[in-house]
């Protein structure tokens, strides 16, 4: 088989305007458009409303292009669209080839006999996203979420470009993947199968391997080989069309945290007539993948299952990093994952509102060890399920399920986004037809294709979801929930400490990015987050409101804006630390956190742990805290979870502390807790330790500790856990909340040696934060507390100038 890209020599015309611009492919209208300076940064402050505007026009990309002898010599010849965005119709040297209408598709056309050596004019018309959806809302009305324009479950294209409560609507179009054309002699490979049977000490690989079926096809009899490179570069080869092939000693593929990711390169070779006319390569992990799910005490168990390993899910949920696809690259994505592995995430959830990831996506999570949740790109709305949009979908599944099911790091398929939870509730369904739609799409045709195309992989209808039929789809004691009455609901924290969910799937808490990002969308006037610019980038309905109702619960009134964005995050820091931290508790009923969100698609206040630019908020440390393998944490008891109304009746309350360790690792661990009553110039009142082993894959309780004479206002727990004299957990924990503390100033100053930060407190100091000048550092730990004394960070990233430290103490 001979390939050609087709990425160069392209041009964008709107339509009925005479001037064309140079194009990028893969790319799109936006990207090309400030490319060529002919349109503004639709980021900045609210010019998101004129580049909407530009999308009510349509859209000519072209391309002028020659082949190669041996390509036009081939049996056949097609022209492949990895992805076009979306509604199009494409012509080549004047013949119509197809209509294209679904940009999740790849979208392949014969163009034998049409396609000639030189002088090819390739052209697709790109209609409007926005006039399509209002002429499909005039025929069928389909409802979905608000924060997006209304009519966008019409069309099979990333929902989020229309809005969400964290993003612009900004609907671009354009050729966003790659174009080739193909030339085929005699056959083809569609796609490989293979499935993993554990058998005898080994790895037994059965393989299905599907060819194309290509216009005018000749009866051609086929053979394949089978060639096998182990990680450590050993080649075996298996001839005559194997059906099965035989791993002896397996190196296994393990989430992270739980041991290596090992990959072995898999390589089918197709011959006709002794002569090679195509291969498949792709590198597969050895393991075994599924969802536990079994009766028990509490209901049923939903937790990730890795080699016969019950493990509890670390992570967040992955949105688009950019509203312009084109510029996700791999080397931005790589940056992203790797941040998530350094917080120490073992998996991650692709969110159905956005897009199926490129191919360097699920590579990346193979070679990092994170388990992919991969949702179906269905959130938030409902369908009508037409004939059209029957068989529009069905390819869409099949295709990109082929794609991405030999992927180590895919754990299971989910088929919709809150969409049996809104419909069983009754919210967007407009009839009876529509609510039935549902069920035909996610527990019937899903599941069909799936029974074809990846029947070890687990799947499940909806998230969240107990299992489909909308049997209470949100039940906090069957499969995966989402959980928002602290945020949404307004609800304190210590809410979380309510429910065992047995996997949360989403959760989160807002903030708003750090000042240098705000910068980046506004002017010096807008530096107020009531501003129209500030509330632009806002997409949550009186989300600023809500962070400052809960600010005001917390700290003292910030005087300053950039102290008040720092306060706001950590709110967010503590608000997720909260929950993670009881639902790790309670290892064995919850075995999963993953909160909501990993990041952002434009500079935004959102509820995102990693801002636009990369940068980490507190929530990211806190993650890198709250996530670790081994962790302690301390249930409190105090004025925050007993009474939080200081004019009440004076009444006692009890002041205690219970700490537990969470093990998530393989291996028992004996350990040291130390803890410590302190004033607020870090002076000790009271300590103590104790030691306990804590099993593998397990979490252990202490006994409770009484503080009836701690003084709530000045005095505070610090508290480590020591594994061989060395830490590796520690935090504090105050009784009052931290407005009513009595901070003394704790006097932060630091010096640079080297590649390490030393920090120097002369009192106990609260979610102490390091920043350089673009507020750009990445640190081995930060926002963090300290008694008085020294801590050392090392600098992962970003230069240490103009450096600067701040604490709670200056919330004020």
Known sequence: MITQKLNENWFLQIMDRRDRIPASVPGSVYNDLLSAGQMEDPFWRDNEIQALKIMENDFIYSCEFSVTDDLLKADANMLHFDGIDTIADIMLNGSHL??????????????????????????????????????????????????????????????????????????????????????ISRGKIDSVYITQVPENGGVRLDYEVELAKLPNQKEVEFTYEVHITDPNGKKTSYTQSPKESFIEDPMLWWPNGFGSQPLYTLEVVLSAE?????????????????????????????????????????????????????????????????????????????????????????????????????????????????????????????????????????????????????????????????????????????????????????????????????????????????????????????????????????????????????????????????????????????????????????????????????????????????????????????????????????????????????????????????????????????????????NEEPKEYEKSIRFNVSNETLTEKKLTVVWSVRDALANVCREEALELVVPAMDSVWCEKILLPDVNIYEEYVSYELLEEGKSVSSSSVIFSVPKYFQYRDPKLSCQVQGDEIIVTASAYAKSVEIRNKEEDLILSDNYFDMDAGMKKVRIISGVPDQMELRSVYDIR
């Open 98 to 183: 197809g209509h294209a209408r679904n940009m999740h598709r790849i979208w392949e056309y014969d163009v034998t006999g049409i396609l000639k050596k030189d002088g090819n004019l390739l052209t697709v018309h790109i209609y409007s996203p926005t006039k399509f959806i209002k002429k499909c809302m005039e025929e069928v009305i389909t409802l979905g979420t608000p924060d997006c324009m209304e009519g966008f479950p019409q069309i099979r294209k990333a929902h989020c470009m229309f809005g969400w409560d964290w993003g612009p609507r900004l609907p671009d179009a354009g050729i966003w993947r790659e174009v080739s054309v193909i030339g």
């Open 274 to 646: 002794g002569c090679i006319v195509d291969s498949w390569k792709r590198r597969i992990g050895l393991r075994t993948m599924g969802i536990q799910r079994k009766k028990d005490e509490f209901g049923e168990s939903f937790a990730h299952e890795v080699n016969g390993i019950t493990i509890f899910a670390m992570g967040a949920d992955y949105i688009p990093e950019d509203n312009i696809f084109s510029r996700i690259t791999k080397e931005r994505t790589r940056k992203l994952l790797e941040q998530c592995v350094a917080a120490n995430f073992n998996c991650i959830r692709v969110w159905g509102g956005g897009y199926y990831p490129d191919d360097y996506f699920f590579d990346i999570c193979d070679e990092l060890g994170l388990i992919v949740w991969m949702d179906f790109m269905y959130a938030c709305a409902v369908y009508e399920l037409t004939d059209d949009f029957d068989e529009n979908i069905r390819g869409e599944i099949e295709e990109n399920v082929k794609r991405i099911r030999h992927h180590a790091s895919l754990g299971l398929w989910c088929g919709n986004n809150e969409m049996e939870m809104f419909v069983d509730a009754g919210d967007c369904v407009n009839s009876p037809k529509q609510k039935a739609d549902y069920i035909k799409m996610y527990e019937y045709i899903f599941p069909q294709i799936m029974k074809k195309c990846d029947p070890n992989t687990f799947y499940w209808p909806a998230s969240p979801s107990s299992g489909g039929s909308f049997d209470f789809p949100n039940d906090p004691d069957r499969g995966d929930v989402h959980y928002w009455d602290v945020w949404h609901g307004g609800k304190p924290f210590s809410e979380y400490r309510k429910f065992y969910f047995r996997y949360a799937s989403e959760f989160g808490f807002q903030s708003f990015p750090c000042a240098k990002t705000v910068e980046s969308f506004t002017l010096p006037e807008d530096r107020n987050i009531f501003s129209y610019v500030m509330e632009k980038h806002q997409r949550n309905n009186s989300a600023n409101g809500k962070i400052m109702n809960y600010l005001s619960q917390t700290f003292l009134y910030p005087k300053e804006f950039p102290v008040l964005l720092y306060a706001s995050q950590l709110l967010q820091a503590e608000a997720i630390r909260y929950g993670v931290e009881h639902f790790r508790r309670n290892r064995g009923r919850c075995m999963g956190a993953v909160y909501w969100q990993l990041n952002d698609c434009w500079p935004v206040a959102s509820w995102s742990s990693v801002d636009y630019f990369g940068r980490w908020k507190a929530l990211h440390y806190a993650a890198k805290r709250f996530f670790a393998p081994v962790l302690l944490s301390c249930q409190e008891e105090g004025f925050l979870t007993q009474s939080a109304n200081i």
